[in-house]
């Protein structure tokens, strides 16, 4: 169980001493302990960013498939807003978009200035539990279309069904990007958890 | 970062010597250090017990599930055989009702007899991934069984929709316990991961 004030009074140091000691060669930085820090820094600093893409991907995953289904309409009973499956990868899609692109702002906002628009460690559990509740979410919305599509495809395949697909699949790529993201979440809450 | 060898080394005191430190009513046991221990092997009995009880339930639901579709037979076009979504819920019922069972299997095994039937670390990171596979499969293939379910049902309610309903509703009580198990499962993965 690490301390968490032992661990928030931990920073980085200034850019300008670690450079200094990069051009010395050999620094007090490279004993035993402080090697520990820096492999810490290096990890979270990884997580982060990687954490960052992930999300990023999937609000660009996100938001193709919330316009490829919007725009979905062709006249004669091909309108996605006929089919109640179509409906509910829609709304998905919006609810997606719109929580990865409120993550992705507070992310590089927290990258560019060092600093977290919300305070606090509960953010974590948000963090988590937002990303795990949007993958099922997603990975629900996209396997409920599936069938109905299939159907469709069996008689014809034209503009309509083939839109339906491509949503579909964008909501699929976007489930498995927030899927990986709500790990990584998970093993940050768990590596901050008082319990 | 706890040191996985020391963490193995630790191992509950004979149950007589907890009884009569009961008994004379003050341990050194009750001291700080020792106290910690003690909270963390009730937490680990506590994590033990409740994933133990939780992969019970999603046993009983997804045999419930597989035997409700199994049994789906009526004649004349109401066979869950005809429609690919219910095939879908069908194996994925299957698959887990062997998965949890083989785990409940393996932690009744480690209850009763204190030992793991497949020593090592690695069992973790299966008992994670497996939770956490299983859950979104359970998910998936009763979410594409709705829709059909609902549609047939607008037109006629019988004993055929209404087994297949009873069965989907069972996969989504199977999937809502096996995600609970998957978030256990990581944050025991997490406390005693190396990175």
């Known amino acids: 169980m690490t301390n968490p004030d032992k661990v928030n009074s931990i920073s980085p140091p200034p850019l300008a001493a670690v450079a200094a000691g990069d051009a010395e060669g050999q620094t007090p930085a490279q004993g035993v302990g ?20 992930l999300r990023s991907l999937c609000l660009v995953f996100s938001l193709l498939a919330f316009i490829i289904m919007a725009t979905n309409n062709h006249g004669n009973g091909r309108e996605f807003d006929d089919y109640e499956e179509y409906r509910y990868v829609l709304a998905i899609a919006i609810l997606s978009t719109l929580y990865t692109g409120f993550q992705t702002f507070r992310q590089f906002h927290e990258i560019s200035t060092g600093r977290d628009i919300i305070p606090g460690r509960n953010i ?19 396997s409920s279309a599936v069938p109905l599509t299939n159907h469709m495809r069996e008689g014809a395949d034209n503009i309509f069904t083939d839109s339906a697909a491509s949503s579909i699949s964008m909501e699929f790529l976007a489930f498995t990007t927030s899927a990986i993201s709500a790990m990584i979440s998970g093993y940050k809450l768990s590596k901050q958890s008082y319990i």
Chains 1, 2 share one sequence.
Do not use: H, N, P
Request: charged residues 30%; hydrophobic residues 50%.
């Open 34 to 53: 402080e090697s520990d820090v820096m492999r810490r820094w290096k990890r979270e600093d990884f997580l982060k960013k990687t954490s960052f893409a």
């Open 124 to 142: 974590m559990m948000l963090d988590f539990f937002g990303d795990q509740i949007v993958a099922y979410l997603l990975l629900s919305a996209a």
